[in-house]
């Protein structure tokens, strides 16, 4: 039975994961990762690897990964204590720890779970390790190049943390040409799979990979919003850039205006006397994190990632420095206190209709086929939102069908047709259709 603020969890990319990595029970080579918005770059195939044995330990059910990131999401609010406690203080910690795990947008995380999430707990080994090379206590800084290099292969959007962090080891005088060299290897050993399979194609997608920046950085000079087809689509980057402010603090239901306050209170915090190194270090990496994604535009909620936890750090550090008084202390004590019962309401007893089918419903709707086929070859389609993904959300089905034991074909007489649709109440609901 699945937990139910992850009932939802099992959708199209979790799916398209699962049909590549089953890929290796047949002894097949996966060199092709994670695949992206972009038709023309796949990701290094390293995560699939890794997630293999997880996957065959619980027999691959559906909902593997849903419940894996539930339990590293739960273990990283304890990472975040232990993390943020060596950089800064105790109570920074705690009152970080508490933020996090009150967070919307972390628990957002727990009804999308993908391979991406997991660029939240390597940004804490990330920190752990400038922090000993701030501290001059370590001296070499491939490792955290190594790290970048397993986030990239999880989601593109990390590659800005391969800039910001080649930067701050120019700023701070830590980046010899032998460090460099050892980086660069370091960076790309994650990417091994990535670089095999673009060696075979002329190193196309790492082509395309550099002149999509400049072509990027073109289009937001020019003014332009460039969906995935390349057509214009209206330009919604303040909202999404607010909405994830928002999200840091306040549910999704609230106006998303919201994180405009959440900006002014760090920005504000930041422009105040005496920050630390660390502090500096936050703002800067927030700072350049946004402008990456402001010159993307339209990004989408997990294109934050590289970014996800800095806000929080950030405003409880402000919290902190207000805790250190009697009456400042009971100040932030009411305030979270009143955050985290608004934010428990929503997550509980509000939870919004969601967009896709649930997973008990695919489900459903799977052993239905497999009663009625008896066994038979089938051909299967999908009808419903989001039809502009070839196959995408089919994968669901087809996954869910393998699992049950009888995966459909590309040739056969019989034919299932599942067609989504959202009800007058809003819940997305499934039919299927038999033809032969």
């Not at 849903?66 to 060596?86: L, P, Q």
Request: proline share 5%.
């Amino acid at each position: 039975m699945a937990l139910p603020f992850i009932i939802d969890a099992f959708t199209a990319e979790t799916a398209r994961h699962y049909l590549e990595i089953i890929r290796l029970t047949r002894h097949q080579y996966l060199l092709n990762g994670i695949i992206t918005s972009h038709p023309w770059l796949r990701l290094s195939a390293t995560p699939y690897y890794l997630f293999f044995p997880i996957l065959a330990a619980t027999r691959f059910h559906p909902l593997t990964i849903a419940y894996a990131w539930f339990i590293t999401s739960a273990v990283t609010v304890f990472v975040n204590y232990f993390t943020i406690n060596k950089i800064f203080d105790r109570k920074t910690a705690i009152i970080s720890s508490v933020l996090l795990a009150i967070s919307p947008a972390y628990w957002w995380l727990n009804h999308v779970p993908d391979f991406f999430n997991y660029i939240l707990p390597l940004t804490y080994l990330l920190l752990l390790l400038v922090d000993l090379i701030a501290r001059n206590k370590v001296k070499k800084i491939w490792p955290v190049f190594l790290v970048i290099g397993f986030m990239t292969t999880l989601h593109a959007s990390a590659l800005m943390l391969l800039l910001f962090f080649l930067g701050l080891f120019v700023y701070w005088k830590k980046m010899t040409v032998k460090e460099s060299v050892y980086s660069a290897i370091a960076f790309l050993v994650p990417n091994v799979p990535f670089l095999l399979v673009d060696g075979q194609k002329h190193f196309a997608m790492t082509r395309d990979l550099f002149l999509w920046i400049p072509y990027k950085v073109f289009n937001f000079a020019t003014g332009k919003t460039l969906g995935v087809s390349h057509a214009v689509v209206a330009d919604e980057t303040l909202s999404d850039v607010l909405n994830f402010f928002k999200a840091s603090i306040f549910p999704d239901r609230f106006p998303f205006w919201l994180g405009l306050v959440v900006i002014i209170l760090i920005g504000g915090y930041f422009l105040g006397k005496n920050r630390n190194r660390w502090e500096k270090v936050f703002f800067c990496w927030l700072g350049f994190g946004v402008l990456v994604l402001i010159v993307h535009k339209n990004p989408p909620f997990h294109y934050f990632m590289p970014i996800f936890i800095l806000p929080i750090i950030l405003i409880a550090r402000i919290f902190s420095r207000i805790a250190s008084s009697h009456a400042g202390r009971l100040t932030v004590l009411i305030v979270i206190a009143v955050i985290a019962t608004i934010n428990l309401f929503f997550v509980f007893y509000d939870r919004p209709v969601g967009s896709y089918v649930t997973y008990s419903d695919q489900l459903k709707a799977a052993r239905f086929i497999i009663d009625d086929a008896r066994g038979q070859p089938f051909k299967l389609s999908r009808i419903g939102r989001f039809d502009y993904y070839p196959n995408q959300f089919k994968d669901n089905y087809e996954y869910l069908l393998w699992w049950l034991g009888n995966r459909p074909v590309s040739k056969a007489n019989l034919k299932y047709t599942v067609v989504e649709k959202e009800s007058k109440s809003g819940k997305m609901t499934v039919t299927v259709y038999k033809s032969d």
